[in-house]
């Protein structure tokens, strides 16, 4: 075919090199979406009005289909339900802690519920972790955004789980138990501790080395890249330790094993492919 009849048709070589991991970009986005929701529905307490894997499975094929749109009416659901559900403070602290992912990653759509693997890296001792596999979004802006989105994950489910999944829950937040049910107390209790703490400054050393890293990683020979990418993990967890220190001398939950093994997978994955994660609306 000729480029002329390529070009009239919007089929250009580079507008198809955009298209084509679109489809896969979006399954994936439904999947975890759907899986959010199916754990929500399991784990935040009140019964679901419908089973929480068919919600899971409508909300996953509705995010596949419309990513932006439809992730946010199913976070609203979401908010909506736990609510009118005595969860009203349970509705708040989530709130709060994915409402920067939207402005973060903006047109990012397919990429807002993998900040999800922040907290379950988390759970595993492996938060850090999560800046590296951050890394493989394609543009700085865009590792920026979703390794700080990240962070605020891991810092809600901290407060809601009352669990240390990197430094732990900020001086003053109570227990879920005693504000789960009270917006003021939700407030009080949880928020604005931790907006007042010094907790959340570590999203910016997340933002920055999820943006890093591919500047290091990037095709050159193996033994340079272990250099630069030991540098990498060798300051990311200097950084972390210092973050600590900045809240009472908080110990980083695997402040050095996480950073080694998500650099260890963003050299395979950044080898194999420079731009491992290609967005779609």
Same mark, same amino acid.
């Given at each position: 075919?000729?480029? %002329? ?10 507008e ?47 995010? %596949?289909?419309?990513? +932006?749109?439809?992730?946010? $009416? ?41 900040? $999800?693997?922040?907290? $379950? ?7 850090p972790?999560?800046? %590296?596999?951050?890394?493989? $979004? ?25 669990n ?27 928020v604005?501790p ?21 500047l290091?990683? +990037? ?6 890249e ?26 980083? +939950? ?28």
């Open positions: 075919m000729e480029p %002329a009849t390529l070009a009239r048709f919007g089929l250009m070589e580079s198809r090199r955009r298209v084509a991991p679109a489809l896969p970009m979006r399954v994936v986005a439904g999947i975890a979406a759907g899986v959010l929701v199916l754990l929500a529905g399991e784990l935040l307490g009140p019964t679901p009005p419908v089973s929480s894997l068919a919600a899971g499975a409508v909300v996953a094929v509705a995010v %596949a289909l419309l990513p +932006r749109l439809a992730w946010l $009416a199913a976070a609203a659901a979401l908010l909506v339900w736990l609510g009118s559900n005595d969860e009203v403070g349970t509705a708040v602290v989530i709130g709060v802690a994915i409402a920067p992912t939207p402005l973060l990653l903006m047109w990012g759509g397919t990429l807002w519920s993998l900040p $999800a693997l922040a907290p $379950a890296l988390g759970a595993i001792g492996l938060a972790a999560y800046a %590296a596999l951050a890394a493989l $979004a394609p543009t700085p802006w865009r590792r920026a955004g979703l390794g700080a989105a990240g962070y605020f994950w891991l810092v809600g489910a901290e407060v809601l789980t009352g240390t999944l990197l430094y732990g829950p900020a001086n003053g937040v109570h227990a879920r138990a005693t504000w789960h049910d009270s917006f003021s107390g939700a407030v009080e209790h949880a604005v931790t907006l007042t703490s010094a907790v959340l400054l570590p999203a910016v050393v997340f933002a920055a080395f999820s943006a890093a890293l591919p290091l990683v +990037r095709g050159r020979p193996l033994a340079i272990l250099i630069l990418g030991g540098a990498w993990a060798v300051g990311f967890v200097v950084a972390l330790e210092a973050m600590g220190r900045l809240m009472d001398g908080a110990a980083a +939950r695997g402040a050095v094993l996480g950073p080694l093994v998500g650099l260890a997978v963003a050299i395979v994955e950044l080898r194999a492919a420079p731009r491992a994660l290609t967005e779609s609306p």
